[in-house]
């Protein structure tokens, strides 16, 4: 990424998100190459391949999503925490942000032997947000309730509303989160429900984009029975018409 900034004219804080913009964007685009040509290979568009190699190439391809959502996650934080973030909210339909992140997992659930069950029970589905951080703050929880899901269960994704909010709850059986965890578990690089564990800045970055929409984030597990809740102010002026 060239230089287009005369880093003698900026502040502190403004050299180091340059910085960190810029490792992203060098880093994220040749992941994102990667991935595209990843793909290609998988859906054999340059030859057939074998069920193994099919099998190993959609691992491969799952890491490198993971990865890429993840170095864009660092970007995300660091403006978060220096209120360089900056919301271009507009008027979206939950349900139909939900079902769009829900077709993007299935895969890797499938994979992953698990079958998401998806409710709704909203009257009102409209929320005001930032599309973009909403549908990766869902993405997120999708991908944890994969990960940390016991095989051959059926999670459960429910979406509800009350008079002012919208509440989007993550219900699975898994993994068991001991006390200490419970307390610390949306605080940075907090990670350990098992071997899977990742690098502890998932669940911080969605309690920071749900907390910027206004919103809160909370669990609530009891030994396997684990279930994420995320309350979302609803738009101001309902459904559309």
Do not use: W
Not at 80 to 101: H, P, Q
Not at 221 to 229: G, H, K, R, Y
Request: glycine share 4%.
């Amino acid at each position: 990424m060239e230089e287009l900034v005369d880093n003698n004219n900026l502040s502190q804080e403004q050299q180091k998100e340059l910085y960190i913009a810029t490792l992203v964007h060098d880093l994220k685009n040749p992941l994102n190459a990667q991935i595209i040509t990843l793909e290609q290979f998988y859906q054999e568009k340059f030859g057939g391949i074998t069920a193994l190699q099919k099998e190993i190439l959609s691992d491969v391809i799952s890491s490198a999503k993971f990865m890429s959502e993840m170095i864009s996650s660092i970007l995300s934080i660091y403006k978060f925490e220096n209120g360089a973030v900056k919301l271009n909210k507009t008027k979206e339909n939950i349900d139909n942000i939900i079902k769009i992140c829900l077709k993007d997992v299935l895969p890797l659930a499938d994979e992953n032997c698990i079958f998401i069950k998806y409710i709704n029970k909203a009257a009102d589905n409209y929320i005001t947000c930032d599309e973009n951080y909403i549908r990766r703050l869902v993405s997120n929880m999708l991908n944890n309730l994969v990960a940390y899901s016991y095989k051959n269960t059926q999670p459960l994704v429910m979406l509800q509303d009350n008079q002012n909010n919208v509440i989007i709850h993550f219900k699975s059986i898994g993994f068991p989160i001991n006390d200490n965890l419970k307390n610390h578990i949306f605080d940075k690089y907090t990670s350990g429900f098992n071997r899977k564990s990742g690098t502890g800045i998932g669940l911080y970055f969605c309690k920071k984009v749900v907390e910027a929409h206004g919103g809160i984030i909370s669990l609530n597990a009891q030994n396997s029975n684990i279930e994420f809740c995320i309350i979302l102010p609803k738009s101001a002026t309902g459904n559309k018409e």
